[in-house]
């Protein structure tokens, strides 16, 4: 994914998935437990520098987003960031230590052209109940 307008692409198809997963299983009548998973969660590699990008907002800090909109014409997106967990539900941005992801109402605008990757990441990660870890004795 070298040309922008592959990630604008690329953004969008995402975009489409998700709409898709966050349907699937909403029409079905002897399915009893619908699919709760209404979000593909991703990182974005900058351009310039091969990094990962991270946002900060309101306290929170994260290289974990989920879009919501895309405008093919400007090339932008609308991101909701995702704020990363540890096993003890501590926020982390770090990925050795990611165990969950919430959802948070903070967003953003990002111009998809100063990227040049997505890479996404399951969406079982996301509201990831955390384990019940048992005292020693």
């Known amino acids: 994914m070298n040309h922008p307008e592959c990630i604008c692409l690329s953004m969008k198809k995402l975009l489409e998935e998700q709409q898709c997963l966050s349907k699937l299983g909403a029409d079905l009548q002897f399915v009893c437990k619908r699919s709760v998973h209404d979000t593909i969660p991703f990182k974005l590699t900058g351009c310039k520098l091969h990094k990962p ?22 090339c932008c997106a609308l991101l909701t960031i995702l704020e990363g967990v540890d096993m003890e539900g501590y926020p982390t941005d770090s990925c050795t230590e990611l165990y969950s992801l919430r959802k948070t109402k903070k967003c953003i605008i990002v111009n998809l052209n100063c990227f040049c990757a997505i890479t996404p990441l399951p969406p079982s990660l996301v509201n990831k109940p955390l384990p019940i870890i048992e005292p020693k004795k």
């Open 53 to 74: 990008f991270g946002a900060y907002c309101s306290g929170v800090k994260s290289p974990y987003f989920r879009v919501e909109k895309v405008d093919i014409e400007t």
